[in-house]
DNA sequence: TCATACAACTTGTACGTACAACTATAGTGG
DNA sequence: CCACTATAGTTGTACGTACAAGTTGTATGA
């Protein structure tokens, strides 16, 4: 026989897993005393003595000395023990991202969780290696921010597995049209109707607007830019609109901003909405170099209401962000979704305007 | 005798265990074989096995059939697969620690190893719960950015852990006076006397300070300070030196700076060296409010380069903080002593002044 | 010289006994 | 009724034997 090579307490082993798997023994359950197996299958007592202390190092068995030997499962235990969860954030030092990630970190620890940490910078190939790192070893749930989400179709295999291994993930700020999970986000739509409106109504109608075009933030805002001008009925000059990508982002808005600062007077836009804070900060300078005062000669509103808008010198209208409760709301929904296995549906966060010093009435002055 | 209830196993077990600590048993060197043990010890080769088998169990030992049983050091081995890296800082979110977490994350993803995140909000107790949390499953190293350092005696326990378990780290920015590990620092002393020293080469006399105290940043940046004007000649005014902590900082600071700035003119300072850039930022504006100009009015230099530095109304002058090299060295040294099992010595960076417009040359004035 | 066989060693498997330590329960005594 | 005890059953410790299986070096033979 081909059974004569392996060792009995081997076939012990592999019969007693076979009882795990067919629920012939169930969590919490009683397995027969060492004795009684030993009679029943007709070996020795130390024979079963040394399976059963292989399948109690390998978490199968749980033996109490003058209680008996009773059989748990060490799969689920496993994942209720691992309480890691992971971020995937497209940039770490990023302005707002620290505010979202500490958000998180906070909610996460209070709760006993461990976090992990990782970013993409906005490229999908690093993404790939860091869901690969991250699912490399046990993981409770995921909380993602999508790369370059405009573009679409990522990295979609590793996601699914994500879903077979039953790790819960989430995303925030924006979704991956092709995965279905819940997505905590700001409504970027109406920050950027918000922002023009705001502009407008303050007798604004040369307005430029510069947005990301790779990431559906980006194209949202403008979506909202562009409904604003529509609901005010102000035409909205093409080449006052300037969408750019990530690589771009520190050179392109910069040089477009100062050629249309230079053009002539009247077709000078008045006011600029920007991106983020970040660029605004950038575009504001731009508008000093070229010899303009903020906000008297040009008004600018920002996005995310970041550090950034109070610090700078003239300071800055922007939008808010939730930033910190964002981060903490996906970490509390996560874990909802890891430890009670219910769905949360979508979050939406209504963008406030935080009116400062950076816009000018235009109605007032005429 | 007490020894009576220990199992003599057990006994056989620390035994073992001490010649792992004590150098006589080093890795991959053959253990005497189980015969020989029992013989030594008086014990029965049974007994020996059920030793051997625990400590192969454990990592301590490989036992190859026919050859021998061999010693191996299970930290470094368990270490390796495991892959993942803690960080623990105070702030998740300030300005500066982002850029070191993300210094540190490029790295260990390049490298294959996870990271973990924690903040301990400047606060001991989040620090345990955080040492605690990142303990509680596999980790193969941990970055360290000590908590209130300048205060000394933190969890000392809970590190005193980490060397037992054999889990290497080491510090970022301070380090615990009690403990042995390698350090990573700005020369923060330095730094201060760079500062200060900047000031007195244009001409300034009457030079604030103000600095934190509870972390050894600021009191080293402090001493610097200190440092310099002595070397100058130039007496410092204890009225001028303000120390807060972390709790007063959004507060204490700006207040005693209006303070100082409503006083006689002759009197007043003409310029601050802040503990940050956020602080110098913070005070900027309240010397603005007070309807002073900078630089013609007051000078200041902030520290660390942020954003926020070159970012505000008046670009800052302000000291280098190498942020995301920190990170990146911490990582890659941290890596090198879980794999290579060296400890690299201390690292010093030398902070550079980067001159911009906060601060006004009084000698070509006069 | 080379291949083979063998001996001497190692750890692995398998059984056995005996008793200790612990748990739960049933029964006993106050 | 409660506290205590005895007891049966469990796993834990400790020793013992015997042989299997694998490794290594040595002696033997062609």
New interface residues.
Partial sequence: MNNRRIPKYILLKNELLSWFESGKLKAGQQVPSENEIAEQFGLSRQTVRQTFSELE?EGWLERIQGKGTFARFPGRRECEL???IGIMTT?????I???I??GA??EL?SR????????TDNNKE?EM??LK??T??PLSGLIIEPTKSAEGNPNLGYYLELQEKGIPYLMINEKYRELECPLLRVDDELGGYKAADHLLANGHTRIAGFFKRDDLQGVNRLKGFLAAHKARGVAVAPKRVVTYTTEQKNDLPYQQALQLLSGAVEERPTAFVCYNDELA?SLMEAALQHGLRVPEDVSFVGFDDS??AS????KLTTLTHPK?AMGRDAASQLIAMIEEGVAPGDTLYEPELVERDSVVNLNVNV
Avoid: C, N
């Fill in positions: 190092k691992v309480k890691t940039y770490i030092s990023d302005y991202f620290p505010h990630v500490r970190e906070a620890r006993g969780y461990r976090l992990l940490l990782s970013s690093k290696e860091s790192l991250m490399s070893q900060v550090m950034l610090a700078s010198g003239t910190t």
